[in-house]
Structure formats: C-alpha cells, structure tokens
C-alpha cells in the first residue's frame, strides 16, 4: 500500500505525521519511508538513516548543432516549456526550463538536435532501523523536481507499506509525488490559510481520483472551519493533535514524537487503520 503524506502548504506538520506513522508502523508491517520533498528533505533528521547508496537522477537536454540547423523554428513551436527559441540565425536553449521531454529532437526535420544529459539531483537509498529508507536530493537553484520524485518513487517496495512525504503546495511535484498512491492524507491546521490550502489539495486528489483523509496539526487555535468544510465534503478527520509547547520541543530537537511521547504511538496505529478502513470503502465517524 502506499500511503502520501502531503498538504497545501507548507509548515502544517506534514512530516510530523509521516515520521511517526512509519515509527509506530515499523513494529507491525514492514514499512519504507520516501521523502519526496525533494527540495529540501527533513525527514533524515528525525529517522536518522544510514546510506547504503546515491544515485544520480539526470535528464537529456537539447544540442543543437547549427551548422546543420535551418533554423526552422519547429522545435521550439513544439516546445511546451519554451526551452528552445530560434532566431534568425540562432538557437537559444534554456537548460533551466528544459523538462527532458525529447521532443524538441524527435521533431528536428534535419536531425541537427542531439541530448546531452543534465544533472538534477540525487537519489538515496538506505534504513532506518526497520524502516526502508528512500530521499531524493534536488541541486539547489534547479526548479525541475518531478523528474528527481520520479527516481525516488522507482525504489517502492511492493511488499512494505510505502509511506510517502510530499512537498507541500499543489504545484507539479506535488502531483507527481501523489499520482499512483492509494491514498492520500493530507495534513492542515485550523486557520483561513490552512482551510483554503486544503481545499486545493483535495482537488487535486479527486482529480486523481484517490482517497483522502485529514489530519488536523496545532487544534485548538484558529477556527472550526476546516471541520465544518470536511463534514460538508465527506471527508473524514483521522487524527488531531494539539497545539503543545511539549511536541512542538520535541521536533525542534529532532526527536519524533513517538519517542518523546510514547503515548501518541497508539494513536497513530490507529491513524493507519482509520486510512486502511476508508481506502476500501468504509466510513469513519
């Protein structure tokens, strides 16, 4: 089963709860965690992994050769990323927006466009104690992320429950790194900013038809607006915690929350089996 851990924007407490749901897990099915917030992966500080190995995650990127070129300007018509301009008697290629499609070099009329391959970042694969442990590595200042979420999601292991952290947003890596799970719990908090960024992220899952579920970080502040929009929606709640200067110290120390609190591990215990009764079609009230 593979579980995406994700939410409209960031800081609601994703990892929080994608952390400590493969700590309470570890015990009862075999888990491996994924960490496709590839922008900037935390959930090394709280698992603590050991690295068995890296991989490089690249794309081919256009080369034109223009003494071949007639500068047609086919290739950048079909270009959906506007990565490749012509010119009179140029070509301009913007290996920042190029998205490795190969597009640009199927179409070329005098085969004057070649790929070249362009790092993006990497891949790492290794444990946790029990847990699998797989995070992808984006090179800072790269804006293309799929392609790195891509080669991390290719390590799942179909006979774990793969437990997935997502970057927060609704953007194209978010998309990429919930397509094919089979169900998505999505992480907020009881604020206007929380209840507007969850909506969004529930769209994006019906669009992808997949299965959701709540978790409400920091309850009791704000407002009980993202209650009201669930009970509406059909969504169910699974888990709250609280606003608490105790939890919120454990993980400014990197210490999971199951382990400085160990009563919170049959809470998540139960979060998993709340995700496993809606997944196949049940109801929680």
């Not at 709280?46 to 081919?60: D, N, W």
């Not at 990497?122 to 992808?136: D, T």
């Not at 509406?232 to 929350?257: F, H, M, R, V």
Request: net charge negative.
């Amino acid at each position: 089963m593979i579980i995406t851990v994700a939410s409209g924007k960031g800081g609601t407490g994703k990892t929080l709860v994608a952390t400590n749901l493969a700590l309470s897990l570890k015990n009862q099915v075999g888990v491996q965690f994924l960490d496709c917030d590839v922008e900037e992966p935390n959930a090394h500080i709280f698992l603590k992994p050991v690295i068995e190995r890296q991989e490089t995650v690249s794309i081919p990127i256009p080369q034109v050769d223009e003494a071949r070129c007639t500068f047609c300007g086919k290739c950048s018509e079909a270009c959906t990323f506007n990565a490749i301009a012509v010119l009179k008697n140029r070509v301009l290629v913007f290996p920042e927006l190029c998205h490795g499609c190969g597009v640009c070099s199927y179409i070329c009329p005098e085969d004057a466009i070649s790929e070249v391959e362009r790092e993006l970042g990497v891949a790492e694969v290794g444990y946790s104690g029990e847990v699998g442990f797989v995070q992808g590595r984006l090179t800072i200042g790269l804006a293309v992320a799929p392609p790195v979420i891509r080669r991390v999601k290719g390590h799942i292991d179909p006979k774990r429950v793969a437990i997935v952290d997502v970057c927060p947003g609704t953007s194209c890596p978010m998309v990429e790194a919930v397509r094919g799970s089979d169900f998505c719990l999505l992480v907020t908090e009881p604020t206007p900013f929380g209840l507007n960024d969850l909506a969004l992220a529930v769209e994006v899952t019906r669009k992808l038809d997949i299965p959701c579920g709540v978790v409400i970080n920091r309850a009791g502040v704000g407002d009980n607006k993202v209650e009201e929009y669930c009970l509406k929606e059909g969504i169910p709640i699974l888990l709250q915690i609280p606003l608490d200067i105790q939890i919120a110290q454990l993980y400014s120390k990197g210490i999971p929350l199951v382990e400085g609190m160990p009563e919170w591990r049959d809470a998540f215990i139960a979060l998993f089996q709340g995700i496993m009764q809606v997944s196949t079609g049940g109801s929680i009230r």
